[in-house]
């Protein structure tokens, strides 16, 4: 199951029988960049019962971590880059 999310792509997946896990994706599927340091996706939460749960926690996760400010990261500092 795919969601998407506040420039992310959220996708529910089966890491064990009956454990759903989240992974976090940009929407332009550059990679995520935090401190200097590129996430190509971020795997969040815990193993919950059904996708649905799963993709609920890694919306939770985006706003409890306010990712949205990474979701363009990469293209204003690629922006950046050009003009130096």
Known sequence: MQY???GFKIESF???RG???ARI???DLEPV???GVSFPALEVG???SDPDTAI???IMQINHLKLKRYATAGAMQQA???AA
């Open 33 to 35: 960049i935090i401190d």
């Open 46 to 48: 815990f193993a919950w």
């Open 4 to 6: 998407d999310y506040d």
């Open 14 to 16: 089966e890491a064990g």
């Open 56 to 58: 609920a926690d890694a």
């Open 80 to 82: 950046e880059q050009s």
């Open 19 to 21: 454990l759903w896990h």
């Open 25 to 27: 994706r940009r929407a």
